[in-house]
């Protein structure tokens, strides 16, 4: 058999724990299955390398931050071979340039489009384990990218793809997903299976434990995923086909890099606001979620959701030019960053009743719901950053631990 491991940054964080995942890929290869391992950058060491060039230059070229990121999950492949081969297994690592890992051009967030296989192949013929840099590629001019932030998964799940892999096992900090995130909710409990569309649903809602796209790129190719813990032995979470019919709750997840925005003004045209959308779709603004109100006067009210520091930063800088462009009929822009979103997520949520109860629950504790989007697959409420965690906090109780929970 061919198995892929990913070894995320806690997993990897110091020398100890280097040791130890060693230990762990030694003990598989005994079994006679060849190995491929994607390593994340130790624990902390992407977020110090962002702040070290943010301490050095006001507004960073992406191509430099992207050269000096890759170096992190470099050291991290280089220090696990080395382990390896201290513990008496054959092993050897390659960056993204070397096994020719091609990317789109974009640094920061660039899709991997093509993996080289041969080297790969040529080594695991030779009986060596292969350590390979997650989060990196290179693109058409051979200049380093990175994949964003948690990208590694996506790396590993790409590997698998390529290489037709039996299995790809995601090792982290934690039993493999939670009905919340356990850092949070104490009480969350371990499921054992998600489909893909459910863990795509709860990774792309926040739940950081899985890229969202390794996720979407292993239902495309039906590849099943587990997901456990690189401390111990338990069994973590298999992601993989839907189970027909299951009509469940999975879990509540949070995010807390929002932004509300409110466009108001009196009389807009419709000229206007397809103008604004038109922009907006230009400087490559996502926007999660619209609504649009007005009153007996005619005054109205744009509403939009946004999603991750870029698109925030994007609409921050875009703003001015909205509200200087003297031709139109916008008064007054508000953007709150000071906003979570918190979504219960599963099919469960398609039956009657289960907002009226998200409603009660939140609003009986005194928390404001500020908007709401719906899915097919959860429900979502944007609350005060402030109100977050207790939201997280009483949605998994009502929904997860309480008898009459779905
Ligand atoms: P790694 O470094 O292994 O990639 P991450 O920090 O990216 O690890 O992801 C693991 C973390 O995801 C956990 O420590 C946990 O706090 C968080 N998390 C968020 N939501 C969930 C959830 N629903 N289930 C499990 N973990 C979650
Ligand atoms: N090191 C990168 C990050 O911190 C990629 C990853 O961990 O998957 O985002
Ligand atoms: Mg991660």
Redo the contacts with the bound molecule.
């Keep these: 058999m061919l198995i892929i491991h990913k070894y ?4 990897l964080a110091d020398s100890t724990r280097i040791k130890e995942v060693a230990k762990r890929i030694k003990k598989e290869s005994q079994k006679g299955d060849d190995l491929v391992i994607v390593v ?1 950058a130790p ?1 902390g060491m992407t977020n110090q390398l962002l702040e070290q060039a943010s301490e050095i230059c006001t507004t960073p070229s992406l191509r430099e931050v992207d050269m000096m990121l890759t170096t992190g999950e470099q050291l991290s492949a280089s220090l696990l071979s080395l382990a390896l081969q201290d513990i008496g297994v054959d092993a050897i690592s390659f960056n993204s340039f070397q096994i020719n890992m091609k990317t789109t051009n974009t640094y920061g967030s660039a899709k991997l489009r093509e993996i080289k296989s041969d080297r790969i192949f040529t080594e695991i013929a030779k009986k060596k384990v292969v350590v390979i840099t997650g989060f990196q590629g290179i693109n058409e001019h051979n200049d380093f990218t990175t994949l964003g932030r ?1 990208g ?2 996506t790396t590993a799940v790409a590997i698998g793809v390529c290489l037709n892999a039996d299995m790809v096992e995601i ?4 039993d ?8 949070l909710v104490k009480n ?1 409990i371990q499921v054992p299976y998600l489909s893909h569309s459910e863990a795509l649903e ?1 990774a792309s809602l ?4 899985m890229h969202d796209r390794s996720v979407a790129l292993a239902m495309k190719y039906g590849i099943n995923l587990h997901v456990r813990n690189s401390y111990n032995d338990n069994k973590g979470t298999i992601i993989g086909e839907a189970k027909m019919e299951e009509i469940k709750l999975n ?1 509540v ?1 949070h995010s807390n890099k929002n932004a509300l925005i409110n466009i108001m003004g009196q009389n807009i045209s419709s000229a206007t606001i397809g103008k604004i959308f038109t922009r907006i779709k230009d400087l490559n603004i996502n926007i999660s979620n619209i609504s649009k109100t007005q009153d007996a006067d005619n005054y109205q009210q744009i509403s939009m959701l946004l999603e991750s520091d870029e698109n925030i930063e994007r609409f921050i800088k875009y703003k001015d030019e909205i509200i200087q462009n003297k031709d139109n009929e916008i008064n007054a822009i508000e953007i709150n960053q000071d906003v979570a979103k918190v979504s219960v997520v599963g099919f469960a949520v398609r039956t009657s009743g289960v907002f009226a109860q998200i409603w009660q629950e939140l609003t009986s504790n005194n928390i404001d719901i500020l908007m709401v989007s719906t899915s097919d697959l959860s429900i979502s409420s944007v609350v005060k950053l402030a109100d977050m965690e207790k939201a997280v906090q009483i949605l998994h109780k009502k929904f997860f631990e309480t008898a009459n929970s779905i």
């Design positions: 995320g940054g806690t997993s994340s624990s948690g590694s998964d090792f982290t900090d934690v493999g997903f939670h009905t919340a995130d356990p850092r969350a709860m926040g739940a950081k434990i879990g997840a």
